[in-house]
């Protein structure tokens, strides 16, 4: 929640905000528990946060991910970008 909340913030466009926060801007406050977008599981620590990836959509960077998703997720975008730099040089 407090990455969401952070995200929120940081987001000074509606453009730019998560589906979610757009449609509902205190969805955080009013549904503490997400659902995390990989495993379905509802809970406290399920946080939407900024996923390693540049998407011309800006809303599509964004997920909601428990911790052990997130470590999959992110490991997933480590090697895919790991793999674009190494064939960009």
């Known amino acids: 929640m407090k990455e969401a909340t952070e995200t929120l913030k940081q987001a000074t466009t509606p453009e730019l905000r ?14 503490p528990e997400l659902e995390c977008q990989f495993c379905g599981k509802v809970g406290p620590d399920v946080e939407a946060y900024h996923q390693n990836t540049q998407y011309v959509d800006a809303e599509s960077n964004y997920v909601a991910a428990c911790p052990p998703c997130r470590e999959q997720n992110d490991e997933y975008w480590r090697g895919m970008w790991d793999d674009y730099y190494s064939n960009c040089m």
């Open 18 to 31: 998560p589906r979610f926060l757009r449609e509902a801007p205190c969805y955080a406050l009013v549904y």
